[in-house]
């Protein structure tokens, strides 16, 4: 039986690691706990962030929009709000 050219290979040379770059060990206990620590604290400080946002949304619409009409400014902010989580998906992808 022949042996495929691959084999024949020494380990120096980039083809053979490239071949053998798709082993890949299962995560450890730790690197899990680091895993899910990060996505609680990133999860965490978003919706902090949208939670502190939607609650002073009275005051970001008097201070960031004009105040002749106090309702639609409130709206204006609540709509800069929306975007917030339209956008959210197109950051994923990216």
């Known amino acids: 039986m022949a042996e495929s050219p691959s084999s024949s290979l020494p380990p120096s040379l980039p083809e053979a690691r490239i071949a053998q770059a798709h082993v890949i060990d ?9 895993v899910v620590m990060a996505s609680f604290i990133g999860n965490f400080v978003e919706w902090f962030d949208y939670a502190a946002y939607g609650y002073l949304a009275a005051v970001i619409s008097t201070v960031f929009f004009p105040d002749t009409d106090k309702t639609t400014a409130l709206l204006a902010t609540f709509a800069v709000f929306a975007i917030s989580f339209l956008v959210r998906p197109l950051g994923g992808v990216v």
């Open 26 to 34: 299962p995560p450890t206990a730790q690197t899990r706990r680091k």
